[in-house]
């Protein structure tokens, strides 16, 4: 048989129930789902911007946020090709490309990556390092080349160092490559060859490359 206190404790824990339920349908009736996807509408995107703003092709940007708030975009330009026109083909660029958004405007197009006696950069991955550092993987003709930067002075060729070759044999795909920062700044690369070792392979740097 139960006592007094024991039934008061039952009591306590069935009300207890009843306004955690009913707490929870008054928290429910409130949340309009309308109401939360017009404010989502709310959110007015800004014009398209043109970054490269050239007469020859680019083509294939890849974009990042270091941990200063600044965005990075890099692309692959055809410098010195022909003027593209409406509707042509794309093509195959020569040169790196990079501009930053502070948040208000953007910095000039610069060119900062080209390897002499390689006719093609494209194909661009980047990532941020813990340390701020940009490290970047792209494809040439048939190799897979690396470089890394601050990315306090990313704008600048000379920040960036000698491009190096990574791997050979590219496949040539559009998302043939693409490189990974570890939290411990570890550089991990997957990338994709053709030829008679064709596949998928990783290799990784501890040392920044």
Same mark, same amino acid.
């Given at each position: 048989m139960m006592t007094?206190?024991?039934l008061t404790k039952d009591m306590m824990k069935v009300w207890g129930t009843r306004i955690a339920i009913s707490l929870t349908l008054?928290?429910?009736?409130?949340?309009d789902p309308y109401v939360a996807a017009a404010s989502?509408?709310?959110?007015?995107w800004s014009a398209p911007q043109n970054l490269s703003n050239t007469p020859q092709l680019s083509t294939h940007p890849a974009i990042v946020a270091? =941990?200063? $708030?600044y965005v990075h975009v890099f692309w692959s330009e055809?410098? =010195? $090709?022909?003027?593209r026109q409406p509707g042509d083909l794309g093509g195959a660029g020569n040169t790196?490309?990079?501009?930053?958004w502070d948040g208000l405007s953007w910095t000039p197009p610069t060119d900062i990556l080209f390897v002499p006696d390689e006719q093609i950069a494209e194909f661009v991955s980047v990532d941020v390092a813990p340390d701020n550092w940009l490290h970047l993987v792209w494809t040439a003709q048939s190799h897979f080349y690396y470089s890394t930067a601050p990315s306090w002075g990313a704008e600048s060729a000379r920040s960036w160092r000698e491009p190096v070759i990574i791997a050979t044999d590219s496949a040539r795909s559009r998302?043939?490559?693409?490189?990974a920062v570890a939290p411990n700044g570890d550089l991990h690369v997957i990338y994709a060859t053709r030829g008679d070792d064709? =596949?998928?392979f990783h290799i990784y740097s501890s040392d920044d490359g």
């Open positions: 007094d206190l024991e008054v928290m429910l009736a409130l949340y989502l509408d709310s959110i007015v270091d =941990g200063y $708030g055809e410098v =010195g $090709g022909r003027v790196i490309m990079h501009t930053r998302n043939e490559s693409s490189i064709a =596949g998928v």
